[in-house]
């Protein structure tokens, strides 16, 4: 058995050798298919550790409420489509932070909402995401840092104050090498006061906070966006073990403030860190899923291309087969010979295209990290264990009908062949 099988493979690789063009063209599509495998599970991984990342940043001690049209989940397809279409959610109050604030586990809490407005600075402007939130904000996010002046205050919230705070980039953009703070920027026609720079703090899977502008919520309430609802807020609890009672607690506390007795008809979202990591996981998992699906079925595709070549090869050494078998070939060698040459195709194929999607997937990788971003390279034994498997199903299931045929062959009809 050992003999018939190496005996098998030198044949192969002497075919190979015969019709390197053939061979080449079939192994091209076997390549192409395992390496869409191997890069859509690295680049899956990559980005799923990005943003698993991001959230680590912000600790896990931290609750997140959130607007959404009531009968929808926060995560349906249904509740973003609503709020893209302009449905707007205005039941979420200052006034309900403040209420969260007194619950037992909160040690902090900050709320806001986001927009966008034009900033100038004398002949320089940009149009940058406004996070407009409540002062703890600085206190409450891990990686929020202060580069020069101050964050605005609780009585320049109230006062509804127009001043403003920049990320590192807004300000590099609006004042080059200048000094920033004490100046006056104008939003729209409405003059800010700069009263401070954020720390360079990069960007992230969402965006970059470094182009970030960040004024008081009642600022923006009142003076940019004519409206007193907010459309989030974080909250920082004492015990994070308690996460998920907490959770419960402030889902209740907001149901009795809204007047909802029906938790299907909730007008907001409450969010644990742990929540978020497992929602995460799933849209992960089921993006790669689709995608490695699609990738088998250009690995199909290939394999029909294989098992295609294999019953051209078969007509080509039909005089072949009949001369074998008539000095004793048996049709297990026979076949076992055309299954090997079909295997020995989607191997090569299936090699390749695991090492060009490695070396893609690092470039990938590096090109990102250049960016700033936190991406990791990954690529894991299963991914690879995946693509070899692929290949040598590949080969055995569309090469085993060309290989059962040549074994079927009568012998002297097949020498009339010649």
Do not use: C
């Not at 709320?111 to 004398?122: P, R």
């Not at 860190?273 to 992960?284: A, D, G, M, R």
Request: glycine share 10%.
């Amino acid at each position: 058995m050992r003999y018939i099988m190496n005996k098998s493979f030198s044949l192969a690789f002497n075919q190979l050798k015969k019709n390197k063009g053939r061979a080449s063209l079939t192994i091209f599509g076997i390549t192409i298919g395992i390496m869409v495998v191997i890069l859509v599970l690295s680049a899956g991984n990559g980005v799923k550790s990005l943003v698993l990342g991001e959230l680590d940043s912000f600790g896990n001690d931290w609750i997140d409420v959130e607007v959404k049209v009531p009968s929808t989940g926060k995560a349906s397809i249904s509740n973003a489509q609503d709020q893209a279409r302009g449905v707007t959610i205005t039941t979420l109050t200052s006034e309900d932070a403040e209420a969260v604030e007194k619950l037992e586990n909160i040690k902090n809490i900050y709320a806001g909402v986001t927009t966008q407005a034009v900033v100038s600075y004398g002949n320089e402007k940009k149009q940058p995401m406004f996070f407009a939130v409540t002062p703890s904000y600085i206190e409450i996010d891990a990686g929020s840092e202060m580069e020069d002046g101050v964050f605005f205050s609780e009585e320049e919230n109230d006062a509804a104050s127009q001043v403003i705070v920049l990320g590192a980039g807004l300000r590099d953009t609006l004042f080059g090498n200048d000094i920033a703070v004490g100046k006056n920027v104008k939003v729209g026609d409405t003059s800010f006061r700069v009263i401070g720079v954020m720390k360079a703090r990069g960007a992230t899977g969402f965006f970059n906070y470094d182009d970030l502008a960040y004024i008081p919520v009642k600022t923006a309430q009142k003076k940019l966006m004519g409206i007193d609802h907010v459309l989030f807020m974080i909250a920082q609890m004492r015990d994070a073990e308690k996460g998920e009672a907490t959770a419960e607690e402030i889902r209740a506390l907001i149901r009795d403030r809204h007047d909802i007795t029906d938790p299907d008809k909730d007008d907001f979202a409450v969010t644990t860190q742990q929540e978020s990591v497992e929602l995460i996981n799933t849209v992960f998992f089921g993006i790669q899923a689709l995608l490695v699906v699609l990738a088998a079925i250009s690995l199909i595709v290939g394999g029909v291309g294989i098992m295609n070549v294999m019953y051209v090869s078969v007509v080509e050494r039909t005089f072949e087969i009949g001369l074998r078998k008539s000095v004793g070939a048996t049709e297990a060698s026979i076949r076992s010979q055309f299954l090997v040459e079909a295997i020995v195709l989607t191997a090569i194929g299936g090699i390749t295209g695991i090492a060009i999607g490695m070396l893609l997937s690092l470039l990938i990788a590096l090109g990102a990290q250049s960016f700033g971003l936190n991406w990791e390279f990954s690529i894991s034994l299963p991914s690879i264990l995946l693509g070899t498997s692929f290949s040598v199903i590949i080969g055995l299931v569309f090469g085993y009908f060309p290989a059962k045929h040549a074994a079927s062959l009568d012998p002297i009809t097949a020498l009339r062949q010649e």
